[in-house]
């Protein structure tokens, strides 16, 4: 269980200074935006993909 909250607390700390870097996550190529009127709906397809691919590969690690 330590292990993998070391790791979660990494993967955070990777996606912050991703964000402060200026990495536009959360706006990718193939995120949908529909606007109309006055609302918005937002589907992160690819952000969801990115993030799942990196958990992914986060928990193979912290198994092994």
């Known amino acids: ?24 996550l959360g706006r990718l190529p193939g995120d949908i935006i529909i606007r109309r009127g006055s609302g ?5 397809i690819v952000t969801c993909l990115i993030v799942s691919l990196v958990l992914s590969i986060v928990v193979a690690l912290v198994r092994k």
């Open 1 to 24: 269980m330590g292990r993998a909250l070391i790791a979660a607390g990494l993967v955070l700390v990777a996606a912050g200074l991703a964000v402060q870097l200026g990495l536009p």
């Open 40 to 44: 918005t709906v937002y589907f992160p």
